[in-house]
């Protein structure tokens, strides 16, 4: 059968959905020439491409089917079926075709669709909604989210069977290879070879003297123009064309031709070339163009010929951005973020609030449908267009505006299914619908301080509104004029306000200068890049410094800048930094830049002024100097809450492409259950991107971003106080040697103050030999005096990069460590120390001996008994430190803190008996790996780990695992680290079989009691003979009543609610009682939550959310019953 044979049989069918069903989609695979369905077997497994296949769901651990999917493809589709009637018919199917009903019971169909795909754990890209004989509706999810959206937008999603010799093709992909429809993947390669054309270009222009501004906003003109010819914008062609004849042939008339061409444009009205439209909104006010040559011009038709309808905005501006600035034009190659990551914090921020009134909206209007009130559910959804219309969104470093595109693009996908509901309620056409009032760029409000990228994120909206605009009405003009200069993007900073900035003056009026920071030159002496002091940028200070103000918006979203804390005086400079903690007092002086965004987005929450905030911050929030902020706004009254969170995702850094990791926070005022998604699995799927599989945990969210026992109680115990420390600061590598480097000094400057020196690396790898200058107590003159061949190393190698440090301290006692830890340095009296790498892979411990200095990056525990040794290595404290001290960095490593991790955790107190067992343990898992490393050269500690990890995953070994595994004795070391566990725990008076979370309560539990007795006076001293040398109190260690832990359910009611009057007010509210928890609710047990609820006016609303796919329904012994979907996206 071919394809016109098949629409003349089915287009003369209706009303008979259960008998026609099988034959039309056996006749449409004959048709379209793609494989038939198998014969179903009843296995999940085999059932890959068959018609009935179930959808079954778990409830109450038994296995409930839902509902037969009516085709199904793995991997590209699931399809549900439905036929209507043609008016006039005899027979009377799912509604009379072209009327309210039957848009209802198209969209009933669709939901049926999705409740079916949320019950597959990786859904197919597509859901098909057919109307046998009449049409097939397509909706697309690529990112596998079950967040399926009309395809390729909701005007033009419906294929009529008397069309589908036009979408032949397309229907085939869906069958046999869906993901090809998918487009990013054309629209990301056209913007990279647009942005390389344009790169090319602005580096011949500025060689040949142009100035880069003048290149840019030039770049610009060329580039909308060029776009808006593919677009339909100007006539078509207009510009390639004249490139080609003209001004190639010509070069000496490119730039009188252009100037033309854009004032033009910039006027409307009639032109050599026809009629165009007015475009304005500034981009054209200044038509001045450069002289380009040929060969140039050749290059600008090579950009011109790339097909700008495809380009990808949330990454053109980007892209653009490095190709305009002469100073990011490396990165151009380099990778970008991916609109995937963006939406991960969009779509929680924005867009879920947004489609949860949408969804009210919509079952709403299904009602009203159905009690014939037509015109009343065309009201609902026109009052939701007109709301949608004036949200308004702010980014405060909004950059080349890709977190703005995404959501403007986020905002046109759910206004095209506003209005295309719209037009099917009111029988009127689409584009009358959006004629006065609409979406656009003004909704979307940036603040940035970069130069230039206010105007590319600006024209970036412009693109992405005007490709809605083509995609979605064709070739009909938009109003005039094309752009508008709204102002919503404004070139200032985001977090400092100030009267103004002047340079500082030291006493004599003269300019105070620093190093700029960046300017390196060759020593004469040694040959190594030291500090170039004559490149020096004067200091600035801040006249009036206060909070910025951000402009009124219902949403904050946004990337601000990722600066840490003690990087921000040489970013930002010394008088900003002063001025801006001035103007922010309410943030700790530790915490880093992006903090002053977070801290001021939350409190606009806070006040009601703002919905919701979603913001990218580095994922060091969850440390001590950033969680403070957090801490704040989530105790304060009114208080925030978090309501979605990652607390580690791979993210790209816009400036260079770099690999980084971050955290993703969302915060809303309204107190309610979060959603914490933790990295199931994560693969690299090239250009920076990583495929990221997340898995939800729903409770209470924390500030150090988990769910579960609360650590903000955790107070610092006095008995383990002044025992640890981070090993010396150098600032100066100049300080460490080499071992021939060590071996060349004089034997009394090797005896009196060369150390061996281990940093975090050493103790996570393995020991390198090398050595470190210690000239602790050391005044310069007897340095100098007493070790002179020390003295002249570190006048050569330290005191030049000394000189130019921002702390005058550092500068003054330049030969010194900067942080020699001389408090710390008397607990180091015994003949070892306890040493653990402050980030890590894996949270081990060891013991190094008295004479080997450890640098900054390494805690220094001073304890010496193997004892504490296995405590600190047992499950109950790395448990304990990795929740306390949080994740940090593109490997995701955990830290660890001594004021966190070490002071407050309670070590127990054991036995005689108890003490000797750990005692040996601790010693044995030290001498063990120092043992094997000592035999294997080239064996690490982070290697050994990583292959334990994988034993207790009961993962296979790889051949090089297995390798590790044989030189560790890998086996062993998971035996003694098993027995150590259960030893610790014994001591603790603890089960052995405890999880993370009950460990954590109960330490959380005993670090209170500890607390207590000591403002009673009993300390329990880990060292009592350096700690209270005059003798401690005993105490004794008491069995703790652990509170159990809640299980998820039906919350109790203090007071029930009284059923709402008006229906919109029903929906929500019984919306809101089955989402909550993972629990199934009957029509009775839902009305019973309310005072005065009718259960037929509860079914009904019940009926309604699940004819959506907002809940699932389904029988079970006899009765209804309804739930949360089982799926949502993420």
């Known amino acids: 059968m071919d394809l016109a044979e098949f629409i003349d049989k089915w287009s003369k069918s209706s009303a008979a959905e259960r008998a026609n069903k099988d034959h039309f989609l056996l006749d449409l695979c004959d048709a379209i020439d793609v494989p038939r369905p198998s014969v179903t077997t009843g296995d999940p497994a085999h059932d890959l491409y068959v018609f009935e296949r179930d959808a079954m769901i778990v409830d109450a651990g038994e296995k409930k089917t ?147 501004e003048m290149v840019a906003a030039f770049l610009m003109r060329c580039l909308f123009t060029m776009f808006a010819e593919d677009v339909g914008l100007l006539p078509e062609q207009l510009f390639t064309r004249t490139l080609e004849a003209h001004w190639i042939p010509k070069p000496e008339t490119f730039a009188s031709g252009v100037m033309n061409l854009w004032a033009a444009m910039n006027e409307g009205g009639w032109s050599a070339t026809g009629k ?82 949408w969804a009210v909206v919509q079952a709403e209007a299904r009602q009203l449908v159905e009690r014939g009130k037509d015109d009343s559910a065309a009201k609902a959804v026109r009052t939701f267009h007109e709301r949608l219309c004036k949200i308004r969104v702010l980014d405060p470093a909004c950059g080349s505006g890709n977190f703005l595109y995404v959501t403007l693009d986020l905002f046109k996908r759910l206004e095209s299914e506003v209005l295309g509901l719209l037009s099917e309620l009111s029988h009127a056409p689409l584009l009358s619908q959006a004629q006065n009032v609409t979406v656009t760029p003004a909704q979307f409000l940036g603040i940035e301080i970069k130069p230039w990228a206010k105007e590319i994120a600006e024209l970036v909206l412009w693109i992405g509104f005007l490709q809605w605009h083509h995609r979605t009405h064709g070739n009909v003009a938009p109003k005039e004029p094309v752009l508008r200069d709204y102002k919503n993007i404004e070139r200032r900073d985001a977090v400092l306000a100030y009267d103004r900035e002047e340079i500082a003056l030291d006493d004599d009026g003269k300019p105070i200068t620093r190093w700029d920071g960046r300017t390196m030159k060759k020593s004469p002496v040694t040959g190594e890049d030291i500090p170039d002091e004559a490149a020096r940028v004067p200091l600035m200070q801040f006249v009036n410094p206060r909070k910025a103000v951000w402009p009124d918006a219902d949403f904050i979203v946004g990337n601000p800048p990722f600066v840490g804390n003690k990087r921000m005086r040489a970013a930002l400079g010394d008088g900003y930094v002063e001025a801006l903690r001035a103007a922010h007092d309410d943030v700790p002086e530790t915490s880093d830049f992006v903090m002053y965004f977070w801290n001021h987005a939350a409190e606009l929450v806070r006040a009601g002024m703002v919905r919701r905030f979603g913001l990218i911050t580095t994922n060091s929030i969850t440390q001590t100097f950033n969680r403070k902020v957090v801490e704040r706004h989530l105790d304060a009254d009114p208080q925030l809450c978090i309501v979605f969170a990652i607390a580690d995702h791979p993210w790209v850094d816009s400036a260079d492409g770099a690999s980084v990791r971050i955290a993703m926070t969302v915060g809303d005022a309204y107190v309610q259950s979060g959603l914490l998604y933790c990295i199931a699995n994560e693969e690299d799927v090239g250009s920076g991107e990583h495929c990221v599989t997340l898995s939800p945990i729903v409770g209470k969210l924390n500030a150090d971003l988990s769910v579960g026992v609360e650590l903000a109680s955790l107070v610092r115990l006095r008995s383990n106080r002044t025992l640890s420390c981070p090993g010396v600061q150098l600032s100066g590598q100049g300080f460490v040697l080499s071992r021939d480097e060590a071996a060349g000094l004089s034997e009394r400057t090797r005896n009196a103050l060369i150390r061996p020196y281990v940093t975090g690396r050493d103790i996570t790898q393995r020991q390198r030999e090398q050595y470190v200058i210690d000239p602790f107590g050391l005044t310069e003159e007897r340095l100098r005096d007493e070790f002179p061949d020390a003295y002249q190393r570190l006048l050569e190698r330290v005191k030049p990069e000394r000189d130019h440090n921002p702390r005058e301290k550092y500068r003054r006692e330049w030969w010194l460590h900067s942080e020699s830890r001389a408090r710390f340095r008397r607990a180091l009296s015994g003949t070892r120390y306890i040493a653990t790498s402050r980030t890590a892979r894996h949270r081990t411990f060891q013991f190094l001996p008295h004479a080997v200095l450890a640098e900054t990056k390494v805690l220094v525990i001073a304890l010496g008994d ?79 780990y990583n292959v334990l990890e994988k034993l207790r995953a009961g993962e296979k070994l790889t051949a090089k695992e297995q390798k590790i595994h044989e030189q560790g004795l890998v086996s062993v070391l998971k035996q003694i680290h098993d027995d150590l566990d259960a030893a610790v725990f014994d001591a603790y008076g603890w089960p052995r079989d405890l999880t993370d979370e009950q460990i954590l309560e109960r330490l959380v539990a005993l670090n209170a009691e500890r607390a207590a007795e000591e403002k009673r006076g009993l300390v329990r001293w880990l060292r009592p003979e350096f700690q209270n040398p005059s003798g401690a109190t005993a105490a004794q260690q008491t069995d703790l009543a652990v509170a159990p832990v809640a299980t998820a359910g039906k919350a109790t009611k203090a007071k029930l609610p009284k059923w709402p009057s008006k229906l919109p007010e029903q929906i929500a ?14 029509v009775e047990e839902v009305a019973r939550e309310f005072q005065g609820a009718r259960r037929d006016a509860v079914e009904a609303v019940l009926e309604s959310l699940a004819a959506l796919g907002l809940v699932l329904a389904y029988e079970s012994g006899g009765t209804r019953r309804w739930k949360a979907p089982i799926r949502s996206a993420a």
């Open 66 to 212: 839902v509902g037969k999917i009516d085709l199904y493809k793995d991997g590209c589709f699931l399809l549900e079926a439905k036929q209507g009637s043609n008016p006039g018919s005899a027979k009377l199917g799912t509604a009379r075709r072209g009327t309210p009903g039957w848009t209802i019971a198209m969209r009933n169909a669709y939901g049926q669709g999705l409740s079916y795909a949320r019950t597959i754990d990786r859904p197919p890209p597509f859901l098909l909604v057919c109307d046998i004989g009449e049409c097939f509706d397509l909706y697309a999810a690529f990112d596998r989210t079950w967040d399926y959206r009309p395809f390729p937008n909701a005007q033009t999603n419906r294929l009529f069977l008397s069309d589908l010799p036009k979408h032949r093709e397309t229907l085939r992909a869906i069958f046999l290879d869906p993901d090809s429809l998918d487009p990013a993947r054309r629209s990301s390669r056209v913007t990279k070879e647009v942005a390389g054309h344009i790169a090319e270009l602005a580096k011949e222009l500025e060689a040949v003297g142009h100035e880069s």
């Open 276 to 357: 165009l439209l007015r475009f304005n909104g500034g981009l054209f006010a200044d038509q001045k163009p450069l002289p380009l040559s040929k060969r140039q011009l050749e290059r600008l038709l090579e950009a011109a010929r790339c097909s700008w309808g495809d380009v990808e905005p949330a990454i053109f501006g980007t892209l653009i951005e490095r190709a305009l600035d002469p100073r990011e034009r490396h990165a151009l190659g380099a990778h970008y973020t991916p609109r995937a990551y963006v939406e991960r914090l969009v779509k929680p921020t924005i867009e879920e609030p947004l489609r949860a009134e």
């Open 866 to 944: 193997g004892v504490h040794l296995g405590v600190l290595s047992s499950r109950a404290h790395v448990a304990f430190a990795n929740r306390q001290g949080g994740w940090l960095g593109v490997g995701n490593d955990s830290t660890y803190n001594h004021s966190n991790c070490f002071d407050p955790f309670p070590f127990p107190d054991p036995t005689e008996s108890q003490s000797a067992r750990i005692r040996d343990l601790g010693e044995a898992l030290d001498a063990h790996r120092k043992r094997q490393q000592a035999l294997h050269p080239k064996l690490t500690i982070t290697g050994m």
């Open 1069 to 1082: 509210g019984v919306r809101s009682v089955v989402l909550r928890g993972d629990v199934s609710w009957s």
